[in-house]
């Protein structure tokens, strides 16, 4: 057992950060103190985010790659709500952002569900409509921050604690759906629906349903998501987080999902996410190109992926071993 836990993906990852921190150090040592870790962790509150709801679909065995697009989508209506009406409480405007979010999670997850359609096909036709959908609104205009009320933009940027309010909803989002998925039967039914669609439907575990939710809360967060997006930055336009699904995508597979199904944990998808963070806001520090945290996201989402298939190998050869033994 210990063992095990030393040798678990977010101890590894935990300990790769380390080292990447302490690599940066020696070119920069002011990007380690305190406060310029709190900013680069308040700069990957978003990838967190959507990475959670990214994992929990993933461990059904599913991928969403609309999730950067309904970002943008509900980010832009809520922004045209916030300028047609500049006195409506904030609180509310984050409820119509969830709400709005997880409704276009729902379609996803009907089109999975009812239709049987793969995936990655109906993710990607909903992400080009999306998209379009956001032009057609805008007629592909911008609005900018002098458009937005200073309540709606000051939502994400107040602190509590010396963290601002964007931090504390990645924070709060970790913890809460770190219970749903260990404490919960539906959190359970993930894991179960990916691991094993078959003994999970013989369990009485309705697979399809199970995608359908797991859909819709991604789709809840990239709403959430959306409006700290537009508020933070006070700017919504057509390509808003323009491939940034990928980058979601990464931070799963670095931080232990597998995109098979049935394995990875709330933490692991928060590490990878960070490792990212990390990457992107370190690359200008030690004066390297941004262009190479595209190779160097490549690169971990290949070593990722070959540390989870040389982890089945070995689990496999126990069992072949343990076959032989019995026969």
């Known amino acids: 057992m210990p063992k095990q836990i030393l040798m678990s993906r977010e101890v590894l990852l935990t300990g790769a950060i380390a080292l990447l921190l302490a690599i940066i150090a020696t070119r920069f040592p002011a990007f380690i103190t305190p406060s310029n870790l709190a900013n680069v962790f308040n700069d990957t509150a978003p990838l967190i985010l959507l990475a959670i709801g990214q994992m929990i679909v993933i461990l059904t065995r599913c991928i969403d790659l609309s999730v950067a697009a309904n970002l943008a989508l509900t980010g832009m209506v809520v922004s045209m709500i916030n300028v047609a009406m500049p006195g409506l409480p904030v609180p509310i405007i ?5 709400g709005f979010g997880a409704l ?9 569900w009812k239709l049987e ?4 096909v109906v993710t990607l036709g909903t992400m080009t409509i999306f998209r379009g959908t956001i032009f057609l609104l805008s007629e592909g205009k911008w609005i900018n921050a002098h458009e937005f009320s200073d309540p709606f933009k000051a939502f994400p940027r107040a602190e509590l604690l010396g963290l601002p309010l964007m931090s504390w909803i990645a924070i709060a989002a970790v913890i809460f759906f770190s219970i749903v998925m260990s404490r919960t039967t539906l959190g359970r039914a ?6 094993n669609p078959h003994a999970a439907t013989y369990a009485g575990i309705d697979v399809g349903r199970t995608q359908f939710w797991a859909f819709t809360i991604s789709g809840a967060l990239a709403g959430l998501t959306g409006y700290l997006w537009v508020s933070r ?8 987080a323009g491939g940034f699904e990928l980058s979601v995508v ?3 597979v670095i931080g232990g999902v597998a995109i ?14 960070l490792f990212l963070g990390i990457i992107s806001n370190a690359l200008p520090v030690v004066n390297i190109s941004p262009f190479w945290q595209l190779a160097i996201s490549g690169g971990a989402i290949i070593i990722a992926v070959a540390l989870n298939a040389q982890a089945n190998r070995e689990k496999g050869r126990i069992i072949l071993k343990r076959a032989e033994h019995a026969t």
């Open 250 to 252: 990464a931070a799963c």
């Open 190 to 195: 993930f894991y179960a629906a990916g691991g």
């Open 104 to 112: 276009l999670g729902m379609v996803n997850g009907i089109l999975v």
């Open 117 to 120: 359609i793969p995936p990655i």
């Open 260 to 273: 098979m199904g049935g394995i990875g944990t709330v933490v692991g998808a928060m590490l990878g996410a």
């Open 94 to 98: 984050i409820l119509v952002a969830v």
């Open 233 to 240: 930055f006070a700017v919504a336009f057509v390509d808003l």
